[in-house]
């Protein structure tokens, strides 16, 4: 059973830096890849970044050059370090695990990933 555990969530001044944390535990034997989404009040659920297990980074425009994803070796830990934050930028966080093998421009779709952390809330204040 694939496990994830999202950390490090809270409150921020905009122009601040957070840095969220995900426990994974129990890939599934098909899985190459993380992500980070995010999802607003009444917005649809968006992909941000994601890593694969070569570490090769996709990232959505919108969080470009101010985000930062990354694994560590054993791929057990996520993070997302997030600098530069925006009042937009707040929203519920999810890590995800899953499976990816097409085109780039289609990476962050959720339809990619089966498995989902329970989220964590991210506050950004003017």
């Known amino acids: 059973q694939v496990r994830l555990t999202e950390y490090g969530g809270g409150s921020v001044q905009a122009g601040g830096s957070l840095t969220l944390s995900c426990a994974v535990s129990?890939?599934?034997?098909?899985?190459?890849?993380l992500a980070w989404f995010r999802q607003a009040p009444g917005e649809e659920r968006e992909g941000i970044a994601i890593?694969?297990?070569?570490?090769?980074?996709i990232y959505a425009d919108s969080v470009k050059d101010r985000f930062t994803i990354s694994q560590d070796n054993a791929r057990t830990m996520l993070y997302l370090k997030m600098t530069s934050l925006k009042p937009e930028d707040s929203a519920m966080y999810y890590c995800?695990?899953?499976?990816?093998?097409?085109?780039?421009?289609?990476?962050?779709?959720?339809?990619?990933?089966?498995?989902w952390g329970q989220g964590i809330e991210v506050t950004v204040s003017s």
């Open positions: 995800a695990a899953g499976t990816h093998h097409g085109l780039a421009e289609y990476a962050l779709r959720p339809d990619h990933f089966p498995y």
């Open positions: 129990g890939y599934s034997n098909n899985a190459n890849c």
């Open positions: 890593i694969y297990f070569t570490d090769y980074t």
